[in-house]
């Protein structure tokens, strides 16, 4: 190729076609861009036809999204996977892909605040209509669910009361109505509960909580069968909710110690919760590892390595005893509307996640003004139970 003497056509394509060389790099490679090049039409159609493996156009899908994708079908025990720009986007693209207008949908009521509103606020004005159940109530669910009905969405472990679903039995119950199972894992993740294994049909989850575990990638995923998630995938392009390529190289850092710390966040729980259930200032705890926790046998069977991270708790002393502990424990414990973070952080679900609720449906899901709701990281349990300690009082 002849070269080219003008600097501003130098400039513009400067490293464009340097190849990587033959050592391939440890940690993943970071490939940000939005588009890519081919030599030719047939090389392009081969692709844009599924003939070969490649990328095209970021919206479609990229590099970095696809060995994240693949990484979490792999540790989900599922055959595929799409990557959405929130876990909201990845809810919307599931429900939005297998319900159309005056199809019917069956979820929990005890769910995050954002599923909420979009079951009771988004979907009516699309024609979808919902009907809310307590998922550990299986005559509730099963009365609930007719011919259709096509999604039944529960959560693995419910946000932020603990709740613990008996998924085989709903699985059982939704495959004789014809319904898709789909099941937001967020709190648990693979290295603790993998939904598919017991029957249902996908699984999502938010990525900033415990896959990324850092607070650092945004995102959402979705597993299952490659033909759901394909209807899915398809969804989640219209809509424009891909993922971008620097929040999935982030979150396949963070994916690679998934297990060990998910194990270092559920000891420190249950330490946590022990301490907590034992104090005066403290009327009531939601963990599953506690004997009083109305789903504490389901847990157990579903559950052998425990529940994870993430508990709530309710104060005695109401609204006033929360702002007191949140200014106590200052920036040792913070306040954070997030969660799943390797650091301790909490929240308060009635004035942040769940606010989009009436008082009255607040009250009837054990939301109170009172109530905490506590991610517990990596640090050494003994130092959590000090600080909460000393904060309490």
Known sequence: MT??????????RAGAHSPPGRALPLAPALHQTTVNTY?????????????????????????????LERAVADLEGATDAVATASGMAALTGIVLALVEAG???????????????????????????????????????????????????????????????????????????????????????????????HGADLVWHSIPKYLGGHSAAMG???????????????????????????????????????????????????????????????ARVHHPSLPGHPHATTAARLYPDGTGGMLSFELAGGRPAVDELIRRLGPAIPLS??????????????????????????????????LIRLSVGVEDPADLVAELGAALG
């Open 3 to 12: 070269p080219i003497p003008n600097l501003t056509t130098r400039a513009a």
């Open 39 to 67: 030599p030719d039409l047939a090389a392009l159609h081969r692709v844009l036809d599924g003939e070969e493996d490649g990328q095209v156009y970021y919206r479609f899908g990229h590099y970095n999204g696809q060995v």
């Open 103 to 197: 199809g019917h949908v069956v979820a929990d009521r005890n769910a995050y605040g954002g599923t909420r509103h979009l079951l009771d606020v988004d979907l009516p004005r699309l024609g979808i209509e919902t009907t809310l159940v307590d998922a550990a109530d299986l005559a509730e669910v099963e009365r609930a669910l007719t011919r259709r009905t096509g999604l039944l969405l529960v959560e693995a472990l419910t946000n932020p009361t603990v709740r613990v679903p008996d998924l085989p039995a709903l699985v059982d119950l939704a495959a004789g109505f014809g319904a898709t199972v789909a099941v937001d894992a967020t709190f648990a993740g693979p290295a603790l509960f993998r939904p598919l294994d």
């Open 220 to 282: 959402g995923i979705v597993a299952g069968d490659s033909g759901l998630v394909d209807l899915v995938r398809q969804s989640v392009v219209s809509l424009g909710a891909t993922l971008g390529p620097f929040d999935a190289w982030m979150a396949l850092l963070g994916l690679k110690t998934l297990p060990l710390r998910m194990r270092a966040h559920t000891q420190g729980a249950a330490v946590v919760a022990e301490f907590l259930a034992g104090h005066p200032a403290v």
């Open 337 to 370: 509307p997030s969660l799943a973070d390797v650091a301790t952080t909490l929240v308060h679900p009635a004035t942040t996640t769940h606010r989009s609720l009436p008082p009255d449906e607040l009250a009837a899901l054990g939301i109170t003004e009172g």
